[in-house]
């Protein structure tokens, strides 16, 4: 079946460092891609997306790149600010219809801290 | 009020008692969904409900009815529940396109619940 495997967290950065979260995934044909960002007390937000490979999904500085020849979608930014301490999540869905297309597959999430 | 609302936010009960969590989307989506959230665990997804019908549901526990009288809302009966059911419950809602996830879902903050 579908999965989605995340780095394991938590993840500690100084202010403006650069953060990258890596993501792979296993699936058949060729799934649209997701980074979802829950602030803490809140629920998820949709961050960015990739539709076909070669895409890339950008939103409030981050970037990720749809690489299917490495089944990769790594979350990236530049520069990280304290008000990006959130826990991300990697989610896949199926490129079908039929039984389990409105199943989005999460990965296990990764949380940021980010210090002064 | 706008996006999804979720309540109660927080939820105490003992394994015999039976209670509602209710969720209420203000979006004009036609797809809501309940997951579960718990420490350490993927989301899960429990329920999807497409157009006011049940469209998917991933082997969960009968002690978890859901119902959805409409298209903007939606309810989870909770009765004789166990401990190992205390977790973050997330409502999200979306526009769904012939029958398959678009993977956008836009959540609600969630109903923290302890069972005792």
């Known amino acids: 079946g579908d999965s989605v495997t995340q780095m394991e967290g938590p993840v500690t950065l100084s202010e403006e460092a650069f953060l990258t979260i890596n993501c792979t995934y296993t699936?058949?044909?060729?799934?649209?891609l997701f980074w979802y960002v829950q602030y803490p007390g809140e629920g998820l937000q949709l961050l960015l997306k990739?539709?076909?490979?070669?895409d890339k999904g950008s939103n409030k500085g981050f970037e990720a790149t749809y690489r299917k020849e490495t089944t990769s979608f790594h979350l990236e930014k530049g520069s990280v600010q304290v008000s990006d301490s959130a826990v991300y999540f990697c989610?896949?869905?199926?490129?079908?219809?039929?039984?389990?297309?409105?199943?989005?597959?999460f990965g296990k999430g990764t949380k940021l801290s980010v210090i002064p | 009020e706008t996006g999804v609302t979720q309540t109660p936010r927080h939820l105490v009960m003992g394994m015999t008692n039976k209670k509602s969590l209710k969720c209420e989307q203000h979006?004009?989506?036609?797809?809501m969904y309940w997951y579960k959230q718990s420490a350490k665990k993927p989301l899960e997804l429990m329920f999807v409900?497409?157009?006011?019908?049940?469209?998917e549901n991933n082997s969960v526990p009968s002690r978890f009815s859901p119902e959805c009288p409409n298209s903007s809302h939606l309810f989870l009966h909770l009765h004789t529940l166990q401990p190992e059911d205390s977790a973050l419950y997330l409502c999200?809602?979306?526009?769904?396109?012939?029958?398959?996830?678009?993977?956008?879902?836009?959540f609600g903050e969630g109903s923290r619940l302890t069972v005792l």
């Open positions: 979006l004009g989506h036609n797809a």
């Open positions: 990739a539709t076909k490979a070669d």
């Open positions: 699936a058949t044909g060729y799934p649209s």
């Open positions: 409900y497409s157009l006011e019908e049940r469209v």
């Open positions: 989610a896949l869905t199926r490129a079908y219809s039929g039984a389990g297309s409105y199943q989005l597959t």
């Open positions: 999200a809602s979306s526009q769904e396109l012939q029958g398959k996830s678009t993977g956008e879902l836009f």
